[in-house]
């Protein structure tokens, strides 16, 4: 979250299906790479987790929702500047 307490970015998605049914169990997962701070939820309507292979579930609904920090780029660099400079004045 930025200074003021809110996400730099954010992506929503809402699925809908009469029908949706898997013939055998999914293998799901989310991935974040880098070391921004995140958050991913999922809300569900009549498809439980996990689902069950072979099983037909109806009228389904899924909100999913993520969210993210942008971190500056030069942030930890210029800290990393910053160090090297007191040790080398001291030298």
Request: proline residues 5%; charged residues 35%.
């Amino acid at each position: 979250m930025n200074d003021s307490g809110e996400s730099d970015l954010g992506f929503t998605s809402t699925l809908r299906a009469e029908e949706l049914r898997f013939h055998e169990k999914p293998s799901v997962g989310v991935r974040f790479h880098g070391t921004s701070e995140h958050e991913s939820a999922s809300e569900r309507t009549n498809f439980p987790e996990p689902v069950e292979p072979r099983t037909t579930y109806r009228d389904v609904r899924i909100d999913y929702r993520l969210t993210a920090t942008a971190q500056d780029p030069h942030e930890e660099n210029q800290g990393e500047s910053r160090t090297r400079r007191s040790d080398e004045e001291r030298s």
